[in-house]
């Protein structure tokens, strides 16, 4: 909501304060604050809608750094990261930054939807790659970022089923290093060992996530958030421990 800047006002003055000067800059403020009231309530009026009825084409995910109340949000952990949904309510031109507006989704929201959080995964899956297509940029020998068409949200493309790591895996032949700058955006590289620290040391300078370094099998087409995870990936190939449906798609060249 507009605020009044008493600074603003007493240069606006000419250093002192003047009747005539004060009523027309009060006048225009109340215009501000009815107009952004309008918005806010018309926004409102939108988050009630949407709230009443499930939105399922409207949902969409992303990544963030894990926190304790981030246990009290529908998602999952994916090593320290948490994966939370959103609604889109409002988005602008991809070229019109910061005009994107969204709805966090609570517990409280799916339950009302009555669905579980592992339905709402798969409907953000559905919907998210139509609202938010990805984007993958090469900024240097076998290094892109992803991010999407609209700039935000890009940790979420990670999730999708026609993914931007399914496509840079089948580009580039390799596992690949997935580094988090922010939940709008990573960087994607060959899994090559003598990047590792490399690769390390910028993410503890320029990451919203720390010291997190994700890891993709192409064969598998699964991101692992952790080594743990990445070593067991590995395990299963070398000894060709794979769930039933995964070693099928695999065969089937679906994997």
């Not at 960087?187 to 990047?195: R, W």
């Not at 958030?225 to 039933?244: N, S």
Request: proline share 4%; with cysteine.
């Amino acid at each position: 909501m507009p605020y009044i800047d008493v600074d603003d006002l007493y240069e606006a003055c000419g250093g002192r304060f003047v009747t005539s000067i004060i009523c027309k800059y009060l006048k225009e403020f109340i215009e501000r604050y009815e107009k952004a009231l309008e918005v806010e309530q018309a926004e409102l009026e939108q988050m009630k809608q949407l709230a009443e009825e499930l939105p399922a084409d409207k949902i969409f995910m992303m990544l963030i750094s894990y926190k304790e109340e981030c246990s009290n949000l529908p998602g999952r952990r994916c090593g320290s990261s948490y994966l939370i949904y959103r609604v889109l309510i409002d988005r602008a031109d991809p070229k019109d930054e910061g005009q994107i507006k969204s709805m966090l989704i609570t517990q409280e929201l799916m339950k009302k939807w009555k669905i579980c959080e592992a339905e709402l995964f798969e409907i953000a899956k559905r919907s998210m790659p139509a609202l938010f297509p990805y984007e993958i940029e090469e900024i240097g020998k076998s290094i892109y970022v992803v991010s999407t068409q609209y700039g935000c949200y890009g940790t979420g493309t990670l999730f999708y089923t026609e993914s931007p790591l399914k496509d840079l895996g089948m580009l580039l032949d390799e596992n690949l290093y997935v580094l988090p700058l922010s939940v709008h955006e990573v960087v994607v590289s060959k899994l090559d060992e003598s990047k590792d620290e490399m690769l390390k040391s910028i993410a503890k300078e320029i990451s919203a996530f720390g010291l997190e370094c994700w890891y993709y099998n192409k064969i598998l087409d699964r991101l692992a958030f952790t080594e743990k995870e990445q070593i067991a990936q590995e395990m299963q190939l070398k000894d060709g421990i794979l769930d039933p449906v995964e070693r099928r798609e695999i065969d089937a060249g679906i994997r």
